[in-house]
């Protein structure tokens, strides 16, 4: 399990511990916790959070946000000084999607239960350092399917 957290770049690990010390919750979701489990290159990252698109970009004054979606994109420099964009987004809900594609409305929630209803896995780095856990209950607390199915 640590070879996984291992693969996740210092800017998407900066990400989260810069929102975790601003006070908002923050996990890795989405496509790149099923690449990393598939033992594949993440093609990009995403972040969920608590905080709003205004909260993120106070955190984050270099970031910018132009969708309605509310996906702030943060640049950060990689371990080879080359810039990437991590996707950080607020909690939400969403509507159906009339175009198959996207949403036809979000509504921003602070709950991260109610965000995972709609998506497949996610992996929590954070949880490594509680000292006091056994290396099964850290693993267990690593991932979590949010669909009953996979």
Not at 100 to 125: A, E, F, Y
Request: with cysteine.
């Amino acid at each position: 399990m640590v070879e996984l957290i291992n693969k996740i770049p210092q800017g998407v690990r900066q990400t989260i511990e810069t929102l975790q010390a601003d006070g908002f919750e923050a996990y890795i979701v989405g496509g790149c916790v099923r690449d990393l489990l598939r033992n594949a290159e993440p093609t990009d990252w995403d972040v969920a959070t608590n905080a709003a698109p205004e909260e993120i970009q106070k955190v984050f004054p270099d970031s910018f946000c132009d969708n309605k979606f509310g996906t702030v994109a943060v640049r950060l420099a990689n371990a080879s000084g080359n810039i990437m964009e991590i996707e950080v987004t607020p909690y939400r809900i969403e509507s159906k999607y009339t175009d198959k594609r996207h949403p036809d409305s979000v509504q921003w929630v602070k709950n991260i239960q109610d965000d995972l209803s709609r998506r497949d896995l996610l992996l929590m780095p954070s949880r490594l350092a509680t000292p006091k856990k056994t290396k099964q209950q850290k693993q267990k607390s690593l991932i979590r399917s949010a669909a009953k199915k996979i």
